[in-house]
């Protein structure tokens, strides 16, 4: 498997202890990892085996060292990392929910490494040498208006070094409010129809076709969890018929139940054959994870995307269905380990998709 390369910002997490509220929990002490939906992406793709890189800005300080040397340390290539005396590390701070809450996310992020660096400042020719894959998401051009340029930047060297790119579109909508003059949803349509044209994997979750691109699977409320299911092969046909140059479509399909209690799916569309599949399968239908005690769900839709990215750079995974069964299955582990990036392997992710799945110990 070729280099895989992935672009956007890393930040530091700072997560309540266990179910606190951050008002219960402050004054006091807050666990500290490091997140970011690109970061967590090659983190994953390291731990099942692939060769990842991140492309970054960060501050010049002990705590982005830290930050570094964890991705090192999980096997990611961290040369591509820009160290700069401008900026800061972003933050975002979490109260994990349960039962009827919900989660909640404070982000931190004004004026972090990655906003204020601007596109030249990265050599996209050395970064993407040896590339076969590059990835992006919806929410670093999110943050600035360089950022946004960067994004595209990248996304428009990936093409010209023949790399595959995949984007997430991850619409955040506290995010996008670098232009006064737009609503969050406008700025990032604007912003997305000039990156897809550069697109050739789309990954969205339920949501994000219709605040991205306004394109809606029928009557669904991703609100209440209602899907309706039936309609989201042609929220992907309406996508490649406007951006022909995707070759496929993975929507993940979360239904919440609550917040400790998610079923889990997803479709992959192929455009060239025109046909859908959805994942997981039971007897031939579509059944999804019953996942009912959920220990962290931030980062599930990224541990989606890492596997699907391996699963279709891997010959004996790479057909349409059994990449989509191999991704849904990634990111169902995912929800069983705390903090954003998913620490499963090749071979469990495997175990699962292959129906292992009563959680007895392993000896």
């Given at each position: 498997?070729?280099?895989?390369?992935?672009?956007?910002?890393?930040?530091?997490?700072?997560?309540?202890?266990?179910?606190?509220?951050?008002?219960?929990?402050?004054?006091?002490?807050?666990?500290?990892?490091?997140?970011?939906?690109?970061?967590?992406v090659a983190a994953s793709l390291s731990m099942l085996g692939a060769e990842a890189a991140l492309a970054s800005a960060l501050p010049a300080n002990p705590i982005a060292d830290a930050c570094v040397g964890t991705l090192r340390g999980l096997g990611v290539d961290t040369k591509p990392v820009l160290r700069t005396a401008e900026g800061r590390l972003g933050l975002y701070?979490?109260?994990?929910?349960?039962?009827?809450?919900?989660?909640?996310?404070?982000?931190?992020?004004?004026?972090?490494?990655?906003?204020?660096?601007?596109?030249?400042?990265?050599?996209?020719?050395?970064?993407?040498?040896?590339?076969?894959?590059?990835?992006?998401?919806?929410?670093?051009?999110?943050?600035?208006?360089?950022?946004?340029?960067?994004?595209?930047?990248?996304?428009?060297?990936?093409?010209?070094?023949?790399?595959?790119?995949?984007?997430?579109?991850?619409?955040?909508?506290?995010?996008?409010?670098?232009?006064?003059?737009?609503?969050?949803?406008?700025?990032?349509?604007?912003?997305?129809?000039?990156?897809?044209?550069?697109?050739?994997?789309?990954?969205?979750?339920?949501?994000?076709?219709?605040?991205?691109?306004?394109?809606?699977?029928?009557?669904?409320?991703?609100?209440?969890?209602?899907?309706?299911?039936?309609?989201?092969?042609?929220?992907?046909?309406?996508?490649?018929?406007?951006?022909?140059?995707?070759?496929?479509?993975?929507?993940?399909?979360?239904?919440?139940?609550?917040?400790?209690?998610?079923?889990?799916?997803?479709?992959?569309?192929?455009?060239?054959?025109?046909?859908?599949?959805?994942?997981?399968?039971?007897?031939?239908?579509?059944?999804?994870?019953?996942?009912?005690?959920?220990?962290?769900?931030?980062?599930?839709?990224?541990?989606?995307?890492?596997?699907?990215?391996?699963?279709?750079?891997?010959?004996?995974?790479?057909?349409?269905?059994?990449?989509?069964?191999?991704?849904?299955?990634?990111?169902?582990?995912?929800?069983?380990?705390?903090?954003?990036?998913?620490?499963?392997?090749?071979?469990?992710?495997?175990?699962?998709?292959?129906?292992?799945?009563?959680?007895?110990?392993?000896?």
């Amino acid at each position: 498997m070729k280099r895989i390369v992935a672009f956007g910002e890393v930040m530091a997490r700072l997560a309540a202890p266990g179910r606190l509220r951050l008002r219960q929990a402050l004054p006091g002490a807050l666990e500290v990892t490091f997140a970011g939906a690109e970061a967590n992406v090659a983190a994953s793709l390291s731990m099942l085996g692939a060769e990842a890189a991140l492309a970054s800005a960060l501050p010049a300080n002990p705590i982005a060292d830290a930050c570094v040397g964890t991705l090192r340390g999980l096997g990611v290539d961290t040369k591509p990392v820009l160290r700069t005396a401008e900026g800061r590390l972003g933050l975002y701070f979490l109260e994990s929910g349960a039962n009827q809450r919900p989660s909640h996310v404070v982000y931190d992020r004004e004026g972090s490494a990655i906003s204020v660096t601007p596109p030249e400042a990265y050599d996209w020719s050395s970064i993407l040498r040896g590339a076969s894959w590059f990835h992006v998401t919806g929410i670093t051009p999110s943050l600035s208006r360089a950022a946004a340029d960067a994004s595209l930047a990248a996304a428009e060297a990936a093409r010209a070094h023949d790399a595959t790119v995949s984007c997430d579109l991850n619409f955040r909508k506290k995010l996008w409010r670098w232009d006064p003059d737009r609503t969050p949803g406008a700025l990032a349509e604007s912003i997305m129809r000039r990156i897809l044209p550069h697109v050739d994997v789309v990954i969205a979750n339920e949501g994000d076709c219709a605040d991205v691109l306004g394109i809606r699977a029928g009557a669904s409320d991703v609100e209440s969890g209602h899907l309706e299911l039936d309609h989201y092969p042609d929220v992907a046909r309406q996508l490649v018929s406007q951006f022909p140059n995707v070759q496929h479509v993975a929507i993940t399909l979360r239904e919440s139940i609550s917040a400790t209690h998610n079923n889990w799916g997803a479709m992959l569309y192929a455009a060239r054959e025109d046909h859908a599949c959805f994942a997981p399968l039971v007897d031939g239908a579509y059944q999804p994870y019953r996942i009912t005690d959920i220990i962290d769900r931030v980062g599930g839709g990224d541990s989606f995307a890492a596997g699907l990215i391996f699963a279709l750079l891997t010959p004996e995974l790479n057909a349409p269905q059994t990449a989509l069964n191999f991704a849904v299955a990634a990111s169902c582990l995912a929800h069983s380990i705390k903090g954003d990036f998913n620490f499963s392997t090749r071979r469990e992710v495997e175990a699962l998709m292959h129906g292992s799945s009563s959680g007895r110990v392993v000896r």
